[in-house]
Nanobody, 125 residues
Framework: EAQLVESGGGSVQAGGSLTLSCQFF????????LGWFRQAPKKEREDFAC???????????YYADSVKGRFTISSDSAKNTTYLQMNGLKVEDTAVYYC???????????????WGQGTPVTVSS
C-alpha cells in the first residue's frame, strides 16, 4: 500500500529554519511528482511546492510565490524521501504541512489529497 509519512515539524522563531521530510512507500518519483501543501487554521489550503520530473513539467521544481527563494524541495531516491528545506521562516508560515502527489496538468500544478497526518510548523515572532 502506498504511503507518505511527514516528519520534521516543530517550533521556531521567525527567521529560523526547519527541514521537513516526506518518506514514501510503494511510490516512485519516476512515475509521479511529489510536493507539499499546507493548511493553516481558518485559511485555505495552499499548494506551494512540487518536484515533478516528468517531460510535461516546465519546471523540475515548482514554488508558489509565497515561498519562492526561501523554501527548497529535493529528494533522495535511495532513502525514499523528499525534503523541504525552509529558511527565513515567517509567522505566516505557521501551518500543518503535508506532502502529496502532484503533477503539471493543463498549465497548472495539481496537487492530490493528503495521505498522511501532516507535520505541524509553528513560527513565533
Amino acid at each position: 500500500e502506498a504511503q507518505l509519512v511527514e516528519s520534521g515539524g516543530g517550533s521556531v522563531q521567525a527567521g529560523g529554519s526547519l527541514t521537513l521530510s516526506c518518506q514514501f512507500f510503494e511510490f516512485s518519483l519516476d512515475d509521479y511528482g511529489l510536493g507539499w501543501f499546507r493548511q493553516a487554521p481558518k485559511k485555505e489550503r495552499e499548494d506551494f511546492a512540487c518536484l515533478d520530473r516528468s517531460p510535461d513539467s516546465p519546471d523540475s521544481a515548482y514554488y508558489a510565490d509565497s515561498v519562492k527563494g526561501r523554501f527548497t524541495i529535493s529528494s533522495d531516491s535511495a532513502k525514499n524521501t523528499t525534503y523541504l528545506q525552509m529558511n527565513g521562516l515567517k509567522v505566516e508560515d505557521t501551518a500543518v504541512y503535508y506532502c502529496a502527489p502532484c503533477s503539471f496538468y493543463n498549465n497548472n500544478y495539481i496537487f492530490g489529497r493528503a495521505w498522511g497526518q501532516g507535520t505541524p510548523v509553528t513560527v513565533s515572532s
